[in-house]
Structures are given as C-alpha cells and as structure tokens.
C-alpha cells in the first residue's frame, strides 16, 4: 500500500506502529515500551523518551551485527584491548591507543603508533611499535621500528642487547638466552692468522686426538702439508687425494 489516502481505518490499522503504552493515547515516555503493530505484535525495537532498544538482529545495509553491546563499548577510543574482525583476527588498529594487556591465541595485527606493555599471541605481525614490557608469542615477523623492552617467544627469553662482536648466543638450559664469548678451540697455534687459541691452557693440550678412520673424501693439495696419528683406514667409498705432502705418525 502506497499511502492511507482516502483508505479506511479498519483496513489499514494493522500496518500502524504504536507504544505499547499502559494508557490508551499516551505516547512515548520516560519508560521503555515495545513497539507494535496496529494488531498488537511487537517487533524487535523498544523506546522511551530517552532510549531505544533492539531486542533481535540488528544489520547494516544487510549484514547483521553479531558484536555485544560490551564489545561495541570497548571499542571507545583509548579503552578497548581487542577489536576481532570477522576470520578471528585480532586487530589493534586505532592510532594513538594504548594497549595494557591483549591476549588472543589467533593473529594480532598492529598498525603503527601503538603502545603495548605485554601482548599474547601465537602469530604477531608488527610494522611500527614499542613494547615497554613482553611480547610472547610462537612465531613474530617484525618489519619497521621495532623497539621492544622483552622479547619471549616460545617460552625463551631473548637478551635485550646486541652483545659484543665475536660473541655468540647460549641458554643457560632454562629458556634464558644470554651473548658470550665464543669458545676457542684446543691448542695454542701461531702462524699466518698470527697466535690463535688460548696462550695459557692450550698449550697445556698435549695430545692431539683423531679417529682411526677417514669416513670424508678429502683432497690434500700441493700447497698444504697435512699429518695425523695412525694407523689410518680409509672407509669403503671414500677417497683420499694427496698431492701436497702427509705424514702418518
């Protein structure tokens, strides 16, 4: 129907929507009433003077808002901690926010300019952003500026220096990861690369060790002299090519 032009009342109330008043004729108030049809059923919305209420779906150009009440008030800008889109992800996307604390066990993406001081996730993707406490996670790819106070992926805990140059990472067996000083090797040698290994103890290495079996093809060229303890076997497969100089002990 097109209009109630020149339409009889009694064939087209029921297409009139009215408050559901305890009054007859007394409109809307500061009590939230259902509204209903000229026959008396309610639909999905409720109001007051103040206030309207949608009891069923509410949808958007056809798409209906799954989200709670609470979940569209933590999105206020500033207060939300986790904003889901609709594959699961976890998106933490408004600039300037500071996050306190999000943990999720899908993805969290993360727009520049935000601040977080501890973040959960099994996939973290980061282009611009500075974590003043932990990070955990299972896998992180960071891209940008990064600046992160702790790193604790996987349960292992990252040191938060570059360490010096020539050290190498260790554990210390319990998910600590710390630099050091890389390890010499046996002996004490001098020559081209100048003194190498450890001038006090290794010389105190006095016997040099070797298996009794070559199990690597190995080329000695005519420019190296080479020596080992034997005797010496060569396994079934492996050659061994002399054209310097070896010297079996």
């Known amino acids: 129907m097109a209009d109630l032009t020149n339409q ?11 408050v559901n008043a305890e009054t007859a004729n007394a409109g809307l108030d500061g009590t939230v009433r259902a509204i209903q049809d000229g026959g008396g059923t309610a639909g999905p919305i409720s109001m007051s003077t103040a206030q309207l209420n949608v009891t069923g779906q509410f949808a958007l ?28 992800t976890i998106l933490l996307t408004e600039e300037g926010t500071s996050v306190s604390t999000a943990t999720t066990s899908v993805t ?16 973290l993707i980061v282009t611009t952003v500075t974590a ?3 990070v955990h996670g299972t896998t992180a790819d960071f891209t ?11 349960g292992l805990t990252y040191p938060t220096s570059a360490g ?45 060790i070797n298996e009794q079996e070559l199990n690597t093809t190995t080329v000695i060229t005519t420019i190296e002299n080479a ?23």
């Open 164 to 208: 010096n140059n020539g050290q190498v990472l260790q554990t210390n067996g319990s998910d600590t990861l710390s630099f050091a000083d890389a390890a010499s090797g046996g002996g004490f040698f001098k020559g081209d690369n100048g003194d190498t290994g450890d001038a006090t103890t290794g010389p105190k290495d006095i016997f040099r």
């Open 8 to 18: 009889l009342i009694a064939n087209t109330y029921k297409d009139l929507l009215q």
């Open 108 to 123: 969290a993406r993360i727009n520049p300019s935000l601040t977080l001081t501890d973040l959960t996730t099994t996939n």
């Open 227 to 249: 020596s080992g303890a034997g005797p010496i076997t060569i396994a079934s497969g492996t050659t061994l090519t002399i054209n310097g100089n070896l010297t079996i002990i």
């Open 61 to 88: 150009r056809g798409t209906v808002l799954t989200a709670t009440a609470d979940q569209l008030n933590t999105l206020a800008l500033g207060g939300f901690s986790a904003f889901t889109a609709n594959d699961g």
């Open 132 to 134: 003043t406490g932990k």
């Open 144 to 154: 940008g500026i990064v600046s992160i106070g702790t790193l604790d992926a996987g």
